[in-house]
């Protein structure tokens, strides 16, 4: 005869108990409440059917961009000759294009020109900006026609965003929340990766003067450590256990929510609903990798730079 494990221990004298976990039913009930950041949604990375999903498509401007972030996939990229080269990378009628995934869009000189053809050739998509920020000012803000705007803060501080991207752009940066955040025909975000041991503090310091400068969300993503960028982490203090672990990336988010409307990315987040408390609690991130590789096709004939 065959018992359940909760028969066979009250025949043997044991009252069963389920292994309970506060904070994991607490983190498990957070994501259970988030909804993907709006930058994922048209992401085939949202729908589990899809065996290899792609990002929705980018154009990209330049590789180069006037920071040098300790973290950066795209300067990984270029130091192993795999950045992509400019261009549309996609298909017909998106529902998201971004404009770009790599280097800094603003360093080019033809973001508006660029800007304008996609808005033409591409009326019903969703035009996402994604920015340090550092170079945008309203002169040139009120030359771009962008639906979402993601612009990139990694510290609460001067020094800390010194240390992180090697640029001394954090005033600028903030200028640029503020520029976006008063324009509310846009979707504007913070992005933001976290980076334990660097940054876990300031995290929650972000969304609040985020949140006070009229940003609408935060995207709070995971860290993708890259081989060449192993020793500049190291240095900085990021603990790579914390950075891999799924718990400490919630708790994080879960930090931010008290001052802004914080996602998570949406790739992951499928993933997580699907767990439940205690696999969420100790699950870990695999978080590393060599170089970054775009998985979209480039389309010559949407070239203009």
Known sequence: MKYSWEEFARKMGVEPQILENKEARLLKKFVDELI??????????????????????????????????IFCYSNVAVKLGKAPKPGYYGWDNPKAITVSQYGEPLMSPKIVEVNKMLRERFPDARLDLQTNGSLLTEELWAKLDF???????????????????????????VNALRIVGRDKSVRSIVRTIFMPGINDEDIPKIAELAASLGIDEMMLQPLTVHYHNHIKLDNAGLDFERAESIADY???????????????????????????ALTLWGAKRVARDVAPIVKRERKDSLKLV
């Open 36 to 69: 993907p950041p709006t930058h994922c949604q048209g992401c085939q990375g949202l729908d589990l059917s899809i065996e290899n999903p792609v990002h929705h498509p980018s154009y990209e401007l330049t590789p180069a961009c006037n920071h040098n972030c």
């Open 147 to 173: 639906d979402l705007v993601m612009i990139s803060l990694d510290a609460a501080s001067r020094e800390k965003h010194l240390k992180i991207t090697n640029a001394d752009t954090f005033d600028d940066v």
């Open 250 to 276: 919630l708790k994080a988010a879960m930090e931010a929510k008290k001052f802004i409307d914080v996602r998570i990315s949406g790739c992951q987040l499928v993933q997580y609903k699907k767990m439940d």
